[in-house]
């Protein structure tokens, strides 16, 4: 990836202030999973999806190199992206906290012919294969081409991240 400055550009944000100025901007909440080599399941609240392409279909995917579950997703080939309702902040919530056991009273399916998971009371999950992975900064960004979608259900009202918090919008 290429990257150019044009002429003489302002100094970049601090992190805090960065962060202050991306809290203005309302985000789509998911919880990505994938198996680990061993068949052990990982997964983390991740505000930071988005699609790239329509032909092919493509998503990405922001993974922090300090998230617990970066190790798992730099060797997947493929991932889930679990789409969160406002019944769902509690979720969230739990696959946002470390050192718990994010899995614990969570209903897991597999799509079929895999062995990736896929939360099984999300109105919508969707299957992606690793296209490619594009460090940058201190987060991997995962492209996914998506092979499967699996839907169930009314879907309840979207779950954003907006001002450092679980909003439900309406």
């Known amino acids: 990836m290429v990257s150019t400055k044009v002429g003489?550009?302002?100094?970049?944000?601090?992190?805090?202030?960065?962060?202050e100025a991306m809290s203005f901007l309302a985000a789509?909440?998911?919880i990505v999973t994938a198996r680990d080599a061993e068949g052990r399941a990982w997964g983390?609240?991740?505000?930071?999806?988005?699609s790239v392409s329509l032909e092919p279909p493509?998503?990405?995917?922001?993974?922090?190199?300090?998230?617990?579950c970066f190790?798992?997703?730099?060797?997947?080939?493929?991932?889930?992206i679990n789409i969160l309702g406002s019944d769902h902040r509690e979720l969230a919530r739990t696959f946002a906290t470390r050192g718990v056991d994010r899995f614990s009273g969570v209903r897991l399916a597999d799509w079929p012919d895999s062995t990736v998971p896929y939360l099984a009371d999300v109105a919508v999950a969707l299957r992606c294969v690793v296209t490619s992975r594009v460090p940058v900064g201190d987060h991997t960004l995962l492209i996914g081409e998506l092979s499967g979608m699996h839907r169930q259900g009314?879907?309840?009202a979207p779950l954003v991240w907006y001002r450092r918090d679980f909003r439900t919008p309406l």
């Open 154 to 156: 009314p879907a309840s």
């Open 44 to 50: 983390f609240t991740a505000s930071s999806v988005t």
């Open 28 to 30: 789509p909440l998911t």
């Open 8 to 19: 003489d550009s302002p100094p970049a944000l601090g992190s805090a202030e960065f962060r």
């Open 71 to 80: 190790g798992a997703l730099s060797e997947a080939t493929e991932f889930s």
């Open 58 to 68: 493509l998503v990405l995917v922001g993974v922090s190199h300090t998230s617990s």
